[in-house]
C-alpha cells in the first residue's frame, strides 16, 4: 500500500463533478463549468476571509446593503467575487443576489442557460468575532435565456437543479447536491483543491438537538411555542433536546446536517414571515436537507413546494432529521 500520508488517489470536488457529469451523456458540461466558478468563488472568499482580522477587512464598507444592515467590507468583496465568477463563467443569464436589490440580467453576448441565487457571506455579522460564516448558492435551469424574464426566476425550490454552501470556519467546508445525494468536501489550502471528505451525507434520522434563538420565544405564536416546549420538557419520557444555536445559518444547518436535530427559524410579531430569505436561504437548505433524507417545512407546507413573488421574500422555516 502506498504509504497513508500521502492518498494518491483523492477525490476532489472538481472530479465529482465530472463524474456527476457522466451520468448524463447528454450534458454538455455547462453545470461542471459554472460549478467550477462558484468553487473559485468559495476560495477568494476563504482566503479574503482568512485574512479579514489582519488586513482589516472586516471594518464596516460605510454602505448599506437592501437588507438596510451595515455591510462590511468583507459583503462587498465577497458578492463582487461571486457575481464576477458566475458572469465570465458563460454559463449564467439572470443572477439573484441578497446584497443587490434587483436581479442581474447577464449582458446577452455572455448568456448561459443557469439562474443562480446566492446569499455571498451570510452571518457576516458574525466575521468580527471569528464566528463561521458562509456562502449559500441555488440553481435553476432557464428555459430561454435571452428571453428570461423576472417571473421565470421565481420558481419553487422544488424546480431548483443543485444548491449547496461553504462555510468558512476552522476549516473550509463546502457542501453540494447535484439532485444525486449530497457529499462534502474540505478544502486543502496547500493543493487549493477542494478534497472530498464527507461522502453521500444522510442526516440522521433522530436529533438530540434543536437550534432556534430563544431571545425571540416572547414573540412567537403557539404552535412555536408548544413545539419548542416539547423539546425542552417531552412528555413521551424521552430526555430533553440540547439547545445549540450559533446564529449563522450555514453553521447551524451545517451541524444539524451532520449530527441530525431540527433548526428553526419561525416567524413571529416582529417578523411575520420569519427571518430568512426565501431565494438563496431557505430553498438551498431545504434541498440539501432533503437529498440529505430530511425535511423542511414553512409552517404552512413543504419549503420546495413555496412559490415565491419577490427575490428578497422571507419565509418560515423548520428543517432537519424527519
Ligand atoms: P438572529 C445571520 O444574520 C442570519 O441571516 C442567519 O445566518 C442566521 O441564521 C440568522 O440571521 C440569525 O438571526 O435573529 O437569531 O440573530
Wanted: aromatic content about 8%.
Amino acid at each position: 500500500h502506498a504509504a497513508d500520508t500521502f492518498r494518491t488517489d483523492l477525490m476532489t470536488i472538481t472530479r465529482h463533478v465530472l463524474n456527476e457529469q457522466s451520468r448524463h451523456p447528454e450534458s454538455r458540461g455547462d453545470l461542471t463549468i459554472l460549478l467550477s466558478h462558484i468553487v473559485l468563488g468559495c476560495k477568494f472568499v476563504a482566503s479574503a476571509v482568512n485574512k479579514a482580522g489582519l488586513a482589516k477587512l472586516t471594518g464596516l464598507a460605510g454602505e448599506t446593503n437592501v437588507q438596510g444592515e451595515e455591510q462590511k467590507k468583507l459583503d462587498v468583496l465577497s458578492n463582487e467575487v461571486f457575481v464576477n465568477a458566475l458572469v465570465s463563467s458563460g454559463r449564467t443569464c439572470v443572477l439573484v443576489s441578497e446584497e443587490d436589490e434587483k436581479a442581474t440580467f447577464v449582458d446577452p453576448k455572455l448568456r448561459g442557460k443557469y439562474c443562480v441565487c446566492f446569499d455571498p457571506l451570510d452571518g457576516s455579522s458574525n466575521i468580527d468575532c471569528g464566528v463561521s460564516i458562509g456562502t449559500i448558492f441555488g440553481i435553476y435551469m432557464i428555459k430561454n435565456q435571452d428571453t428570461v424574464t423576472l417571473e421565470e426566476v421565481l420558481q419553487p425550490g422544488k424546480d431548483m437543479i443543485a444548491a449547496g454552501y461553504c462555510m468558512y470556519g476552522s476549516s473550509c467546508t463546502l457542501v453540494l447536491s447535484t439532485g444525486n445525494g449530497v457529499n462534502g468536501f474540505t478544502l486543502d489550502p496547500s493543493l487549493g483543491e477542494f478534497i472530498m471528505t464527507h461522502p453521500d451525507i444522510k442526516i440522521p434520522p433522530k436529533g438530540k438537538i434543536y437550534s432556534v434563538n430563544e431571545g425571540n420565544a416572547k414573540n412567537w405564536d403557539t404552535p412555536t411555542a408548544k413545539y419548542v416546549e416539547k423539546c425542552k420538557y417531552p412528555t413521551d419520557g424521552s430526555s430533553p433536546k440540547s439547545l445549540r444555536y450559533i446564529g449563522s445559518m450555514v453553521a447551524d444547518v451545517h451541524r444539524t446536517l451532520l449530527y441530525g436535530g431540527i433548526f428553526l427559524y419561525p416567524a413571529d410579531k416582529k417578523s411575520p414571515s420569519g427571518k430568512l430569505r426565501v431565494m438563496y436561504e431557505v430553498f438551498p437548505m431545504s434541498f440539501l436537507m432533503e437529498e440529505a433524507g430530511g425535511q423542511s417545512f414553512t409552517g404552512k407546507g413543504r419549503s420546495l413546494d413555496l412559490i415565491p413573488t419577490d427575490i428578497h421574500e422571507r419565509s418560515p422555516i423548520f428543517l432537519g432529521s424527519s
